[in-house]
């Protein structure tokens, strides 16, 4: 596939992620792609087959996740990261080290021969841990639960503004099949693609790179129906680091838009003569400080994080099928059918 890639600065000139652009259509079947229809019933695809059932409540207030844990993709999408790879980034040094990771993800997202991805804008934006603000201990381990992961702080409007909890990780050996994403007080859950084996040599491996501080960041791809992160790279390392109680760092995949939104007259005219009347006030005014808020003001531009769909699903009867002979296969149905179809809680 065809793309180039280029990085992400806010109006500061800070760092705030890569992107890039596919420029290929690839035929249908890609890789992983999400599929919509009638009744707010989707699925998000890998090699044409549901790995995700998902329907949105009737009142819009969540979504019912139905994970398919028979499915038979190859685990991996990507080609897998060598410790040649880890070696080459390091020597970057520590601060390139997500910068690094990114253009390496990305390029690999372009050269994917399996057409990971349609031809669209994207981004890869960093999510790391969030330190707790109350004096702790340096070295001491916080708690699965307590971890917290943010997006970098930007000076512009990014709506692709990322954050997850660790209480909100999933249980990688054995994934619960299925789940209610509460929109209003939840939301952003980790959803692995499928259940890793826990004796595997290469966990082994990854737990003594996180040790030594050197393990790449998981990534992730954000998927706005879902209100999910879906692990596209990363199941092992993701282990890892929960196993070790050391935090990953995360490279958050999303679609990336821009739109303009027209100034309104009026606000700008209060916000103009509200500086005006602070200069006059006071002369010691600060001079950043006004200059911030003259180029909010002005810089009308949003970047925010679609996901597109193909509406082939129809009117959801072959979704309902499928759902409900999955179900029934794992003695599910009983307990959570008639709710996901007729969208209730």
């Known amino acids: 596939m065809a793309g180039y890639w280029k990085d992400f600065r806010d109006r500061d000139n800070s760092w705030q992620g890569l992107e890039f652009v596919i420029q290929d259509k690839p035929a249908a079947g890609l890789a992983m792609e999400m599929l919509s229809g009638h009744a707010s019933r989707m699925a998000l695809n890998a090699q044409g087959t549901p790995l995700f059932w998902a329907s949105v409540l009737a009142d819009h207030s969540g979504v019912w996740l139905v994970f398919n844990a028979d499915h038979s993709c190859a685990q991996a999408l990507l080609p897998p990261v060598t410790s040649a790879d880890v070696e080459t980034i390091k020597k970057a040094g520590p601060e390139a080290w997500l910068s690094q990771w990114s253009r390496y993800f990305a390029q690999r997202l372009i050269d994917s021969p399996a057409a990971l991805l349609p031809a669209r804008r994207w981004l890869l934006r960093p999510m790391t841990q969030v330190k707790p603000a109350a004096p702790y201990a340096i070295n001491a381990s916080l708690p699965l639960a307590q971890w917290r992961f943010n997006s970098p702080a930007s000076s512009q409007h990014i709506w692709c503004d990322w954050t997850l909890y660790g209480e909100d990780f999933p249980n990688l050996t054995n994934p619960e099949k299925v789940k209610l994403v509460d929109w209003w007080w939840g939301g952003n859950l980790l959803l692995g693609r499928y ?13 003594k790179k996180c040790r030594e501080g050197a393990l790449p960041p998981v990534l992730v791809w954000y998927i706005a129906g879902l209100a999910s992160f879906v692990v596209l790279d990363g199941h092992y390392r993701l282990q890892a680091a929960i196993a070790e109680g050391i935090a990953p760092d995360f490279l958050v995949l999303s679609e990336l838009s821009e739109h303009d939104y027209p100034l309104d007259p009026e606000h700008e ?8 009347m602070q200069q006059r006030k006071n002369p010691q005014f600060n001079v950043d400080g006004i200059n911030q808020t003259l180029m909010n003001l002005y810089d009308n531009r949003y970047y925010y994080a679609p996901t597109h769909s193909r509406a082939i699903l129809g009117n959801g009867e072959a979704w309902a099928q499928e759902l409900t002979a999955y179900l029934q296969k794992h003695g599910l149905a009983d307990a959570y059918l008639e709710k996901i179809l007729q969208r209730q809680e």
């Open 195 to 207: 259940a890793i084996t826990p004796e595997e040599g290469r966990l082994k491996w990854w737990r």
């Open 269 to 276: 005219a209060r916000i103009l003569h509200a500086l005006e």
